[in-house]
């Protein structure tokens, strides 16, 4: 079992940056492939990207593409989202997940634990 914590949300103007962190206890950390995803007002919680146990393998949705870097660092027990050129429809509340191990690792069903998320605001 794992228990997750994100931080690193805020405000920011569009076009900035923010770097989220998602720390995770248990001494399994290493075992298991990671996601981000992220919630909108009124909208259903979208994937944003992903990160197999080992780092070696990561996939992201097209509207973050080339925008938005997944990585993790299994010595910190920490999986982390840097996000550059902000745009205002990236306005959401983030959540990490962990547990997915099939390659459905766009649906929300697919991992076992989550953390409770953290605002990310972009300003236009």
């Known amino acids: 079992q794992v228990q997750l914590a994100e931080s690193g949300g805020g405000l920011v103007q569009a076009g900035g940056s923010l770097r989220l962190s998602c720390a995770a206890s248990?001494?399994?950390?290493?075992?298991?492939?990671m996601g981000w995803f992220r919630q909108a007002p009124g909208k259903e919680r979208e994937f944003v990207a992903r990160?197999?146990?080992?780092?070696?393998?990561?996939s992201y949705a097209d509207s973050v593409q080339g925008r938005f870097t997944i990585s993790r660092d299994n010595a910190k027990n920490t999986v982390y989202l840097q996000m550059n050129t902000l745009k205002p429809e990236d306005t959401a509340v983030y959540y990490c997940?962990?547990?997915?191990?099939?390659?459905?690792?766009?649906?929300?069903?697919?991992?076992?634990?989550w953390g409770q998320g953290t605002q990310v605001t972009v300003s236009s």
């Open positions: 997940a962990a547990g997915c191990y099939s390659g459905s690792y766009y649906y929300t069903g697919c991992y076992d634990y």
């Open positions: 990160i197999s146990w080992g780092g070696g393998s990561t």
């Open positions: 248990g001494r399994t950390f290493s075992t298991y492939n």
